[in-house]
């Protein structure tokens, strides 16, 4: 993956970074930013600290439920122009499968953070010269997508006027949605555009699929979104229309990273020497 190694007399192997850019001079614009080693205790206290900022600010951002309501009756109407407003048929079918929509319940309520921290632990551990940039990318997403639930608050299908999707967690009780029950005043209801299960499912998907040395982690990458997808209409969550914001906001957060680093994370040098 771009890597250079020297061999030292005694045998062992360090990792050089390639530089990403030219070396600046007078005249020449800012040089990005060098990959570093990682730290782990910073990365711990970094990560807790930026959910807690992201959670605190998305449920602090008005609910203004009528706006809320009407934005998503306009996404409703504008599916059905489309000819892709198929939601509360998915959400139907899938809801006659007890054992199935119960699992998406728990999918969704517990992959979205699982998964993306493994992810992480992951490129610590096995690609800490592209750790930054990549963790860059999910902080950058996840920091425009605060500003799309300002900006533009959408009341999810379950919440709709009129409708009649079925809210799958309230009819089968299934724990550990911050959407229903009584954990629903502790989250923001209308604040489903964009969706950030797919920003930071595509996230980890591409990441695995760029990354991974063997063939089945890569298919496994590429179907984590895409189940993903499913999964956040079934229950009923969120438009299809949703999903494309979490795809827009993770470019957005794509090119925050190529412009501090100079490329691509994944093109970054897979190892980086230790601190001194």
Same mark, same amino acid.
């Not at 192997?13 to 990403?20: G, H, I, K, Y």
């Not at 895409?226 to 229309?241: G, K, P």
């Given at each position: +993956? &771009? %890597?250079?190694?020297?061999?030292?007399?005694? *045998?062992?192997?360090? @990792?050089?970074?390639?530089?990403?850019? =030219?070396?600046? &001079?007078?005249?020449?614009?800012?040089?990005?930013?060098?990959?570093?080693?990682? $730290? /782990?205790?910073?990365?711990?206290?970094?990560?807790?600290?930026?959910?807690?900022?992201?959670?605190?600010?998305?449920?602090?951002?008005?609910?203004?439920?009528?706006? =809320?309501?009407? #934005?998503? %009756?306009?996404?409703?109407? @504008?599916? !059905?122009?489309?000819?892709?407003?198929?939601?509360?048929?998915?959400?139907?079918?899938?809801?006659?499968?007890?054992?199935?929509?119960?699992?998406? #319940?728990?999918?969704?309520?517990?992959? !979205?953070?699982?998964?993306?921290? &493994?992810?992480?632990?992951?490129?610590?551990?096995?690609?800490?010269?592209?750790?930054?940039?990549?963790?860059?990318?999910? /902080?950058?997403?996840?920091?425009?997508?605060?500003?799309?639930?300002?900006?533009?608050?959408?009341?999810?299908?379950?919440?709709?006027?009129?409708? %009649?999707?079925?809210?799958?967690?309230?009819?089968?009780?299934?724990?550990?949605?911050?959407?229903? *029950?009584?954990?629903? !005043? +502790?989250?923001?209801?209308?604040?489903? +555009?964009?969706? +950030?299960?797919?920003?930071?499912?595509?996230?980890? *998907?591409?990441?695995?699929?760029?990354?991974?040395?063997?063939?089945? =982690? $890569?298919?496994?990458?590429?179907?984590?979104?895409?189940?993903?997808?499913?999964?956040?209409?079934?229950?009923?969550?969120? /438009?299809?229309?949703?999903?494309? *914001?979490?795809?827009?906001?993770? =470019? /957005?957060?794509?090119?925050?990273? $190529?412009?501090?680093?100079?490329?691509?994370?994944?093109?970054?040098?897979?190892?980086?020497?230790?601190?001194?």
């Amino acid at each position: +993956m &771009g %890597d250079t190694t020297v061999t030292k007399p005694e *045998g062992r192997e360090s @990792a050089l970074p390639q530089p990403v850019t =030219a070396e600046s &001079g007078p005249g020449s614009p800012r040089r990005p930013r060098t990959p570093r080693r990682p $730290r /782990f205790w910073f990365e711990i206290l970094l990560i807790a600290v930026s959910y807690w900022t992201y959670s605190l600010i998305r449920n602090a951002v008005p609910e203004q439920k009528s706006e =809320a309501l009407r #934005n998503a %009756d306009w996404i409703w109407k @504008a599916e !059905h122009h489309l000819g892709i407003a198929v939601e509360e048929s998915v959400n139907h079918a899938v809801n006659t499968v007890t054992w199935l929509i119960i699992g998406m #319940n728990y999918y969704y309520a517990t992959l !979205h953070f699982v998964v993306t921290l &493994g992810v992480l632990v992951w490129l610590f551990r096995w690609h800490p010269g592209r750790y930054a940039a990549t963790r860059l990318v999910l /902080f950058a997403t996840t920091a425009v997508a605060l500003v799309g639930y300002y900006l533009y608050p959408l009341a999810p299908p379950r919440l709709m006027n009129g409708g %009649d999707f079925i809210d799958t967690v309230m009819v089968h009780q299934t724990w550990g949605s911050m959407a229903s *029950g009584d954990l629903k !005043h +502790m989250s923001n209801q209308y604040a489903a +555009m964009p969706s +950030m299960h797919i920003g930071w499912s595509l996230w980890c *998907g591409l990441t695995i699929f760029a990354l991974a040395s063997v063939p089945w =982690a $890569r298919v496994l990458g590429l179907l984590y979104p895409a189940l993903t997808l499913v999964v956040i209409v079934a229950t009923a969550n969120h /438009f299809w229309l949703d999903a494309v *914001g979490g795809l827009l906001c993770l =470019a /957005f957060g794509f090119t925050v990273a $190529r412009l501090w680093y100079g490329t691509q994370p994944y093109a970054l040098p897979r190892l980086v020497p230790a601190r001194p």
